[in-house]
C-alpha cells in the first residue's frame, strides 16, 4: 500500500537574475503549467524537500544554501481528484514557497511521469501561464524579490 502524502509541501520559483521563469507543464493535465511541487517525505526539513523536488523534477541537484526560504506559505484546497493520494479526510494543504536562481536559463530533465514538457518564461508571462493561482503570486512578487536581494 502506497504511503499517504502528507498536506504539507513546497513550491520552488526558478528563476534567472533577470526573472525568467521555468514553468513545467504536468503530464497527467496538459496545459497545466507550474514551478517545481511536491509534497514533504517522512521527516524531512522543508529546504531537504525543495531540494529533492527540484532534482526529481528538473535533473537541477545544487546544495540547500542556493536556495532562498521566501518564509511564505499559502493553505489551499486540494483538488477532489488528488485527494485520494492523502489520508481519508484531508482537504487542505499547506505549501512552503522556496526560491532557486540560477545564472541562466539552463535545459532540464524533467521526470516523464510527472512533466511532459518545460519552458522558460518572462515572469508575467509565466504567472499567467500558470494554473494555480499561489504559483502565480509567488512568481508576482518575484522581481520585489530580486530587488530586495540586491
Known amino acids: 500500500m502506497t ?3 502528507q498536506p504539507i509541501s513546497v513550491l520552488v520559483v526558478i528563476h534567472t537574475p533577470a526573472a525568467d521563469v521555468l514553468l513545467l507543464e504536468r503530464a497527467a493535465h496538459p496545459g497545466f ?7 514533504r517525505e517522512g521527516h524531512e526539513t522543508l ?16 546544495p540547500t544554501s542556493h536556495y532562498i526560504d521566501w518564509q511564505l506559505s499559502n493553505s489551499y484546497e486540494i483538488f477532489p481528484e488528488w485527494r485520494h493520494r492523502y489520508a481519508a479526510g484531508v482537504t487542505v494543504n499547506v ?17 516523464p511521469d510527472e512533466h511532459r514538457a518545460w519552458q522558460w518564461l518572462p515572469w508575467r508571462d509565466a504567472a499567467e501561464r500558470c494554473f494555480s493561482w499561489s ?7 518575484l522581481p520585489e524579490r530580486l530587488h530586495n536581494r540586491t
Open 3 to 5: 504511503q499517504a502524502k
Open 95 to 111: 505549501e512552503h514557497v522556496f526560491s532557486l536562481c540560477l545564472p541562466t536559463c539552463v535545459d532540464i530533465t524533467t521526470s
Open 33 to 39: 503549467w507550474q514551478s517545481v511541487t511536491g509534497s
Open 47 to 62: 529546504l531537504d524537500t525543495a531540494c529533492r523536488e527540484v532534482a526529481e523534477e528538473t535533473g537541477i541537484a545544487l
Open 135 to 141: 504559483n502565480r503570486d509567488a512568481i508576482l512578487l
